[in-house]
């Protein structure tokens, strides 16, 4: 199915005897890559990865997972091996929900889940309350799919966005691209995500370097540092939340994101959002021990969780189907 797919390259990967293809997606501003798991007629997943990761981030995890799936995971713009925006862009959510609609309308997918990871859960939070008929699990991996901003805090941080813009701008005039050793590199990811293992570092350099003259470089755009401009609010964010229709799974991680980047004063919007999950029919919250990159890290400990919910949703889709063609014959 993929091959005869107009517009999307899909190229066999050798090296890992067949296992994992690639594909393209070709946008207005160039292409967003990623990789392809699993039977061309399996169940559709998209993966969604965190906030200056790419898809690599599920390596670990998707082998793990129900095989009965296919699994497409994207680098989203700026990340990986995807184009940058194009100058003076800011990335925000809206720009990331029409990466995945462009994804999902090259695939020709009108039915599908999503397993998002920090950043990605909140846009597959926000897809999947946009467009619910088209989202039939949802799996949150340490996010609570909306992350709202007090109001109090949002003029604050839109004008360090703009400013911030400015100055990147005035700076790239004359700064050249930073070039590392591959060991260099390695040691700079790993002080700055102090949660990733130095094997899942190695994963993510796979498409987040790129060789140049003298070393290694940073494949993602650095634009995707500065603050994001685009908030909502907790009221907004209840808002969004109330208008998911699928089931919904989401894994905290103990030591993960809200220890990591919610303000202690800003605890009681998140404890509130996994609260309506709670209260939502078909919604499961598990909080397991471990950090932000567990999945990537120890993907045992997260892919039963993962493998459950899925094949749940997959027996219950596939009984309903058996009464529905039962009743008509």
């Known amino acids: ?11 066999q990967s050798s090296a890992i005897k067949q296992a994992v293809s690639e594909l393209s997606f070709p946008v207005p501003w160039g292409e967003i890559k990623g990789k392809v798991w699993g039977p061309d007629h399996g169940r559709p ?27 497409v995971a994207v680098d989203l713009s700026g990340h990986g091996w995807s184009s940058h925006r194009p100058p003076g862009v800011f990335y925000n959510f809206p720009g990331y929900l029409l990466d995945v609609r462009r994804v999902i309308d090259a695939l020709q997918w009108s039915k599908f889940s999503i397993i998002g990871h920090s950043m990605g859960g909140n846009i597959a939070g926000m897809f999947s309350s946009l467009y619910p008929e088209m989202v039939d699990a949802l799996v949150l991996l340490d996010s609570y799919g909306f992350l ?15 400013d ?5 701008e005035k700076m790239t005039r004359e700064k050249t691209r930073r070039v590392y050793t591959y060991e260099n590199a390695v040691e700079r990811l790993l002080a700055a ?3 990733l293992s130095e094997h899942s570092v190695r994963i993510l350099l796979e498409r987040g370097i790129v060789e140049v003259e003298g070393g290694v470089a ?22 969004l939340q109330s208008g998911i229709q699928a089931p919904v799974l989401v894994v905290i991680a103990e030591d993960g994101f809200e220890k990591l980047f919610v303000k202690p004063e800003h605890r009681p919007f998140t404890s509130a959002i996994l609260q309506a999950y ?46 529905k063609q039962a009743s008509v014959s």
């Open 1 to 11: 199915m993929m091959q005869a797919l107009k517009g999307v390259r899909h190229l």
């Open 45 to 71: 997943v998209l993966c969604l990865h965190g906030w200056a990761d790419n898809c690599g981030t599920f390596n670990t995890l998707i082998p793990l997972l129900p095989k009965e799936c296919r699994y």
């Open 148 to 162: 709202p901003t007090d109001p109090k805090e949002m003029l604050e941080v839109m004008r360090q966005g703009t």
């Open 164 to 168: 911030q813009m400015i100055e990147y």
């Open 193 to 195: 995500n102090p949660t």
């Open 218 to 239: 940073f494949t993602r755009d650095f634009r995707i540092n500065l603050k994001n401009t685009s908030r909502i609010s907790f009221e907004q964010a209840l808002e």
């Open 278 to 323: 709670r209260d939502r029919n078909h919604s499961v919250v598990v909080t397991i021990p471990g950090d932000h990159h567990i999945h990537l890290n120890n993907p045992e400990v997260v892919a039963p969780l993962v493998s459950d919910f899925l094949l749940t949703k997959l027996l219950k889709q596939t009984a309903k189907q058996t009464e």
